[in-house]
Nanobody, 122 residues
Framework: QVQLVESGGGLVQPGGSLRLSCAASGSISKINDMGWYLQAPGKQRELVARITNGGSTSYADSVKGRFTISRDNAKNTVYLQMNSLKPEDAAVYVC????????????????WGRGTLVTVSS
């Protein structure tokens, strides 16, 4: 079994910053792409940022220049540094990863965490 656990959410004022973390645990051999998605009430889940195993990144237009995704492969952890936060950034942020297990042939292409809540309000 593989588990993703997010942390770092909370309440921040507009213009403030937060750093989200997502740690993967289990019998992991390798983690491929990792990403952050946001889930706002009544809306579909949206991609915020993704990072490959080699460190290539991509971002939603709405967060370019404000958010930075990074990862520590030794810790099986992905981060999302969120700066200049806006009220419209408020949502549950959910982590996603493609995971290869140590058991040969076992691959989980889409593992999801439960999310961490980000609230942006004065």
């Amino acid at each position: 079994q593989v588990q993703l656990v997010e942390s770092g959410g909370g309440l921040v004022q507009p213009g403030g910053s937060l750093r989200l973390s997502c740690a993967a645990s289990g019998s992991i051999s390798k983690i491929n792409d990792m990403g952050w998605y946001l889930q706002a009430p009544g809306k579909q889940r949206e991609l915020v940022a993704r990072i490959t195993n080699g460190g290539s990144t991509s971002y939603a237009d709405s967060v370019k220049g404000r958010f930075t995704i990074s990862r520590d492969n030794a810790k099986n952890t992905v981060y999302l540094q969120m700066n200049s936060l806006k009220p419209e950034d408020a949502a549950v942020y959910v982590c996603n990863a493609g995971v290869v297990l140590t058991t040969p042939g076992y691959i989980y292409p889409e593992v999801w965490g439960r999310g961490t809540l980000v609230t942006v309000s004065s």
